[in-house]
Nanobody
Framework: EVQLVESGGGLVQAGGSLRLSCAAS????????IGWFRQAPGKERVGVSY????????SYADSVKGRFTISSDNAQNTVYLQMSSLKPEDTAVYYC?????????????WGQGTQVTVSS
């Protein structure tokens, strides 16, 4: 059974940091791409950052470049999203997803999400 479990969300003040984790199981982790997405209240879900476990390539949305860093630990089947200099507009439910293809997707498997709230 494929599982993606996010953790690490919480409440933080603007300017602070959080590290999200995405623990994966049930598929061949090191050939998949993992993406982080977020959905703010009343808005569509959007992509934040992606990493290819095949070759380590990464990609970031313009809104988080220079503030967020994605990394992968293939031995632990876990992808991390280090978020720094957080802003209130980063408030959202953050989801990780796995796809067996390009960084741009499609993403087949999804986690349940973890809430990130940034107070001003």
């Amino acid at each position: 059974e494929v599982q993606l479990v996010e953790s690490g969300g919480g409440l933080v003040q603007a300017g602070g940091s959080l590290r999200l984790s995405c623990a994966a199981s049930g598929f061949t982790f090191d050939v998949y791409a993992i993406g982080w997405f977020r959905q703010a209240p009343g808005k569509e879900r959007v992509g934040v950052s992606y990493i290819s476990n095949r070759d380590g390539r990464t990609s970031y949305a313009d809104s988080v470049k220079g503030r967020f860093t994605i990394s992968s630990d293939n031995a632990q089947n876990t992808v991390y999203l280090q978020m720094s200099s957080l802003k209130p507009e980063d408030t959202a439910v953050y989801y990780c997803a796995a796809g067996n293809g390009l960084l741009s997707g499609p993403y087949t498997y999804w986690g349940q999400g973890t809430q990130v709230t940034v107070s001003s």
